[in-house]
């Protein structure tokens, strides 16, 4: 099975319980495959903790979810070491699992929400001074409410940088919202586990993967666009804060995954231009003046792109 064959069966997996979100769907897809973690951002009812659960279904993958809360702490994430039976026992935390849901990641305070760096980043938790290894494609799927929403924390500029995109949802069409009425209609309940299904990828056809996005070629004019779009941001007057090294490696990976969905062996600046959006605004910090001015990163990012000139 090739990447794009793997990617067409669980979107259409997923569409069965999700309407309206195929660019989402997309774009955690280019995330799983280039081996970084997604946050979903969006307003509470658009089928953000739905995603996560039918793409872990989809995929074959074990899925454990963390509702984060202003009392959470960071072992409650990674475990404790216990005293049971004339020993210490691990307790292994939510963590030890393939998937990882970060529900409203932003309900908690700064302290727990860096307890997440270090799994994500290094995919091993240290507890009591001992390292201990997560699933080898330990992957994240944050989701947060707007920071204007209340009792919200902002994401400190350190695990906003840890993930690979940061994903606005929308609200769906009104042929797609029409299409999920449908559904509920006939009886679909977003709450039940499709236990007797079968789905449609294994995690051995995701490892599988790993070869064909590797093996997407990257000219040296793509590479040439890819920096000249980083190093842009470091330039404007408008940012406080430009993209780093790190996030040119990050629109880099995503390109090469989002060719390989899109069933070739080879990156287009049309590549590289889907990814910029989700890959870089969480990267960016507006000027207090310019964003008093409405300026935001994605209209930073429009402008900015409209302005270069595309490599043919």
């Not at 793409?55 to 960071?74: I, K, W």
């Not at 305070?109 to 507890?127: C, F, Y």
Request: net charge negative.
């Amino acid at each position: 099975m090739t990447v794009k064959e793997w990617g067409e069966a669980v979107i259409r997996s997923m569409s069965e319980s999700v309407k309206g979100q195929e660019g989402t769907v997309e774009q955690m897809l280019v995330c799983l495959l280039a081996r970084g973690h997604v946050l979903l951002e969006g307003v509470p009812g658009l089928a953000k903790t739905l995603l996560a659960k039918e793409l872990a279904f989809a995929t074959g993958a074990e899925c454990r979810r963390v509702q984060f809360t202003p009392d959470l702490m960071p072992s409650d994430l990674t475990g404790v070491r216990v005293f049971q039976g004339g020993g210490f026992e691990l307790m292994r935390g939510p963590v030890f699992t393939p998937f990882l849901l970060a529900d409203e990641i932003n309900r908690s305070p700064p302290k727990t929400q860096a307890a997440l760096l270090q799994a994500m980043e290094e995919r091993h938790v240290s507890i009591d001074g001992e390292d201990h290894m997560l699933a080898p494609r330990f992957f994240v799927i944050a989701t947060q409410n707007p920071v204007e929403q209340e009792g919200t924390y902002p994401l400190p500029e350190a695990q906003l940088d840890r993930f690979l995109m940061k994903v606005a949802l929308v609200y769906p069409s009104p042929e797609a919202e029409l299409d999920m009425l449908r559904l509920h209609n006939a009886g679909f309940n977003p709450h039940q586990t499709r236990v007797a299904a079968v789905p449609p990828t294994t995690p051995e056809m995701l490892l599988s993967t790993e070869a064909e996005v590797s093996a997407v070629k990257v000219e040296e004019k793509v590479l040439a666009y890819i920096l000249q779009i980083v190093q842009g941001t470091r330039r404007s007057p408008q940012l406080l804060l430009g993209a780093s090294p790190r996030a040119a490696v990050a629109v880099l990976a995503a390109s090469k995954a989002l060719a390989a969905l899109r069933g070739r062996d080879y990156c287009i600046p049309d590549d590289v231009k889907d990814v910029a959006l989700p890959a870089l605004r969480h990267r960016l910090i507006v000027r207090p003046e310019a964003e008093l001015e409405g300026l935001t990163p994605d209209r930073y990012l429009q402008s900015h792109l409209q302005g270069l000139t595309v490599p043919r």
